[in-house]
């Protein structure tokens, strides 16, 4: 019986090794359109939606091309899909060389830990969403304050009633993304730790990636925190389902702005060649690849503040 008992252990133990070893493996590789299969993959970015959505493919092709205009052999960019908190564990580990995250606070621990260099660098700016049922039960949409808004959403969700034809319901993605982060400190920032509650009749704690998270939350009436470039990517039907409450705007002040940093690893296997990336994609040609990198049409991304708008010393004006 024990002998079976540790057999079953171990296979377990070899599963889970090969799903945290899955995590490190590129989900995709770019040659800038060369065909190069057999080029060396010189960089490794990890993140999570700027790749899902396409960015680090433009970046990764754009800045190949100009590389190899300028006189280098072709070589390869792999793009390794992550969260924030796993992007920091992968460049913590060596597994990638640079990284682009959504969270200044775990930023700078990383940079306290020596896991990255301290100095990060403004890529771009994303903006939050909060997103709901057009029927509105919470009744937001008037509401101009973030902060009132959650607290408003948690006021009408203590109150849904047994014969409430649309409750007030909030779905979470619950899975240390920096989307949940950053929808836990809004929670925070009025008192409220939802999470906290073993069962909760309308705090949804639903895991699954960004698209998928928004589907759940249409489909079931539910307000939820997303992302620009999520909504964007929407099938029409569902869109036409949601209402959009509030948007966070480019102001470096507003609660909603999703600012993502480009992280250079203190073990990347180039480290050169990491700081000539993030040089590039900060300054002129990187950041017209930013604010030209369209998803139906529309602009997903705005370009990193100029040193005029705040303290960002490592963008770049062109």
Known sequence: MVAAHLSAFLLALASVSRCINA???PTAVYDGGFNMTESPIRLRIATGGAGQQGLVKALADAWIRESVGNGSEPFRVAWILSDTTFTIKNLQSG???VGITYNPDAERIAGQQGIIDPKTFYLFRDHFLIAGPPEDPAKISNIKDVDTIFATLFQSADKNAANTTIPTRFLSRFDKSATNIKESQLWLRVGQVPWSI???TWYH???AFPLQALTAAINLKEYTLTDRATYLSLPTEL???TNIFKAATDELSDPLLNPGHLLIGKKAQNETLAYEFAD???GCSGQNVVVGFKKNGEQLYSGAPSIDE???QHSKAC
């Open 23 to 25: 995590l490190v493996e």
């Open 95 to 97: 597994d990638a060389d």
């Open 198 to 200: 073993a069962y909760s």
């Open 205 to 207: 704690q639903y895991i």
């Open 239 to 241: 869109a036409n389902r």
């Open 280 to 282: 590039w994609a900060t």
């Open 310 to 312: 705040g303290p960002a």
